[in-house]
DNA sequence: ATTTTGACGCT
DNA sequence: AGCGTCAA
């Protein structure tokens, strides 16, 4: 675990030194995956599509060709040269194509009947694999990771007793400055007397966030853009302010100018019914405005964990912080049967439980050989008439029939209890992971605890080794 | 015909 | 354990 000074402990607490946390953002990532692997659609507006034109059963494999620009399936991902034509996310392929009649459509590769997004997955994870060099990495989703590089940015801090230098492509970097978002050149020449810790602890944290970006960019080929801040709320909040390709870096000293104007839904968390009643009970629409509040008043509204926690959201203050996790908690695979297509019965049921098991086992037993790890748990959901029901086992074992058939179980469980069911989403997952390392020699443990000086100190040279596949 | 994932909080 | 929310 973590040390914890005693100075903790004591009345007398020193300021912690701000962190600097990262959020990172992949640009149109499935797209960059999709472009990697066939050049030829380099620089031209395509989006992903998932949707199978032949009724989601017949497979069609990463390696085979994939466009297919009749489609009218929904775009999971557009270019940005596409969005330039006004082709938006969630459009279906014919009004795309309106929008933009060159647009190239790639389908997402399909096995078992269902979508199947492996090479996004492990594109995601190679991505990771490069973050994680910088410091604390906790991955957010498939294509969006949390840095929290303070430890190297103090490193560097030292190490050039002076000042933070300009980080690598300069014009990829933007800071929230007095007069708003400008190039980051003037605020790297700021003199060195000027300079006060957090910023030069940003600064310095720039510097790591632009080498790890463009390392992802030489060794993988992908964009990203990013943000750097003080925590996870304001990162997040900034990695989007300039995409694609750039990098933003927010000052304390900028945080009320740039949250006061801002919509509510804009902050993490509050992009749904939370938000809207915070703003529908107090006739509010800013951040601003919600800063205004006493936290008094918001304690009576929204309870004594919310209104306080809103209260400092409006101050942009997040003490989230950033796990160390580079791989997901669960495995899951799923699909939906809309209205026409339903399963009403027990035999449909068992057979797409098989497929979605056949994935499932699949991902389970490439996970297992990976991170020398196994589930504990599985559990099977379901939507039946809008209502969602989950169920849940201990692992049966980790063959597709044993999954298959453990998932039967907990749904014959489930329409026992009713006359009359219709499902309209089937959903298998695992999870409660428990390594199965190799238990290491005793000295090899002590030589690698030893080592570890602390997280995030590893800088930029690549990680040792997997423990890969025996 | 907005799918297919994932994390997390509440109870 | 199961449900609901939030997000990409």
């Known amino acids: 675990g973590h040390p914890h000074p005693v100075w903790r402990m004591t009345s007398r607490v020193p300021a912690l030194p701000r962190a600097v946390v990262v959020h990172v953002d992949l640009d149109a990532f499935y797209c960059q995956v999709e472009v990697g692997r066939d050049p030829s659609l380099q620089g031209q507006p395509i989006a992903v599509v998932q949707y199978n034109p032949f009724g989601d059963l017949r497979t069609i494999l990463p390696s085979e060709p994939r466009i297919f620009n009749d489609s009218n399936g929904s775009l999971i991902a557009v270019s940005y040269e596409a969005r330039a034509f006004g082709v938006k996310r969630n459009m279906r392929g014919d009004e795309a194509r309106r929008q933009c009649p060159e647009l190239q459509l790639v389908q997402v590769p399909t096995a078992n009947g269902k979508a199947d997004l492996t090479i996004y997955r492990e594109a995601g994870a190679q991505v990771i694999d490069i973050l994680a060099r910088g410091g604390v990495c906790e991955r957010a989703s498939i294509d969006e990771a949390y840095l929290d590089v303070t430890e190297e940015a103090l490193r560097r801090a030292r190490r050039d007793h002076g000042r933070p230098v300009l980080p690598l492509n300069p014009e990829q970097c933007r800071v929230y400055g007095p007069d708003g978002v400008a190039g980051c050149e003037a605020w790297f020449s700021t003199p060195d007397w000027a300079w006060s810790d957090a910023d030069e602890l940003l600064a310095h944290g720039a510097a790591v966030v632009a080498e790890l970006r463009h390392v992802v960019q030489t060794e993988l080929g992908y964009s990203c853009s990013a ?160 209502d969602h029901v989950s169920r849940s086992c201990a692992m049966p074992g980790l063959s597709v029939e044993s999954i298959a058939s453990a998932g039967l179980a907990l749904v014959r469980r489930w329409v026992a209890e009713r006359a009359e069911w219709t499902v309209t989403d089937l959903y298998l997952s695992a999870c409660n992971f428990r390594s199965i390392a190799a238990c290491p020699s005793i000295a090899t443990f002590f030589q690698s605890a030893a080592g570890e000086g602390g997280q995030g100190t590893q800088g930029l040279a690549p990680p040792d080794p997997r423990p890969d596949s025996p």
């Not at 927010?250 to 749904?272: N, W």
């Not at 703003?279 to 951040?287: C, D, K, N, S, Y």
């Open 227 to 386: 943000g750097i801040a003080h925590n996870k709320l304001l990162a997040k909040l900034c990695s989007g302010l300039h995409k694609p390709q750039q990098q933003t870096i927010l000052p304390e000293s900028a945080v009320q100018r740039l949250l006061d104007p801002l919509m509510i839904a804009k902050l993490r968390s509050l992009g749904g019914k939370l938000g809207q009643q915070v703003a529908q009970v107090l006739g509010i629409e800013t951040v601003g405005q919600l800063r205004a509040v006493p936290e008094t008043r918001l304690r009576t509204l929204f309870g004594p964990e919310t209104g306080p926690w809103l209260h400092r959201m409006a101050r942009g203050q997040s003490s989230d912080r950033v796990q160390q996790r580079t791989l997901p908690k669960s495995l899951g695979c799923g699909k939906t049967f809309r209205a026409q297509n339903a399963i009403r019965t027990l035999q449909d049921v068992q057979y797409w439980l098989q497929q979605i098991a056949r994935e499932l086992a699949e991902r389970i037993g490439s996970d297992r050989e990976r991170n020398q790890r196994v589930p504990q748990t599985m559990g099977v959901g379901l939507s039946s008439h809008g």
